[in-house]
């Protein structure tokens, strides 16, 4: 099956210039969601995995069902204020401003072996926060796995000292 035929783009949203990879249409269709998950899994099958993590909120959507796929656990990065716990926080860069996301300070144990996934690679930025949260509570990150990759936005650049895999180019 042809993922990326699967993947709607809309042109200039959110704004002009900007040509937007939209997941739903992949992820509404249950076969095309499965071939996914069930092939971001061989990326990684291979790979030492404890836990995903992905960020708020399309890493959720990519990083449970990777988790449910691998017979491991999942640990959700959210957005601030969100969890419940006691967290620890990152802030990373948007285009105009930062934002600032979580994970509960009890989340990962030091060495547990982390894959770190989301639907989109673009710059890097929120990634790189999640794989900051990750480290900061002694967990190793074995490898980031994305649906899409952005190839012209050279977020792979930021992500060198990782082993990073994508499924589906742009």
Same mark, same amino acid.
């Given at each position: 099956? =042809? ?10 949203? *959110? ?5 937007? !990879?939209?997941?739903? /249409?992949?992820?509404? =269709? ?18 030492? +995995? ?14 449970? *069902?990777?988790?449910? #796929?691998?017979? %491991? ?7 601030? @204020? !969100?969890?419940?716990?006691?967290? $620890?926080?990152? #802030?990373? !860069? ?15 144990? *030091?060495?547990?072996? &982390? +894959? %770190?996934?989301? =639907? $989109?690679?673009? /710059? @890097? @930025? /929120? ?5 900051? $949260? &990750?480290?900061?509570? @002694?967990?190793?990150?074995?490898? %980031?796995?994305? $649906? ?19 499924? &589906? !180019?742009?």
């Amino acid at each position: 099956m =042809d993922l990326k035929e699967k993947i709607r783009v809309i042109e200039d949203f *959110p704004k002009k210039g900007i040509s937007f !990879k939209d997941i739903t /249409t992949l992820i509404k =269709d249950g076969q095309a969601f499965r071939e996914a998950i069930k092939s971001m899994a061989e990326l990684i099958r291979h790979k030492e +995995v404890d836990l995903i993590t992905g960020p708020e909120a399309r890493g959720f959507i990519i990083g449970a *069902p990777l988790a449910y #796929e691998l017979g %491991v656990g999942f640990v959700p990065t959210r957005k601030k @204020g !969100k969890l419940p716990g006691k967290t $620890l926080q990152a #802030e990373y !860069k948007l285009e105009y401003g930062s934002d600032i996301i979580e994970m509960h300070v009890d989340a990962i144990k *030091p060495g547990q072996k &982390v +894959v %770190v996934a989301d =639907d $989109l690679l673009a /710059t @890097g @930025g /929120t990634i790189l926060s999640t794989i900051e $949260l &990750v480290e900061k509570l @002694g967990g190793q990150v074995s490898a %980031v796995v994305f $649906l899409i990759e952005l190839e012209d936005l050279k977020g792979r650049e930021q992500l060198s000292d990782y082993e990073v895999f994508s499924l &589906v !180019k742009y």
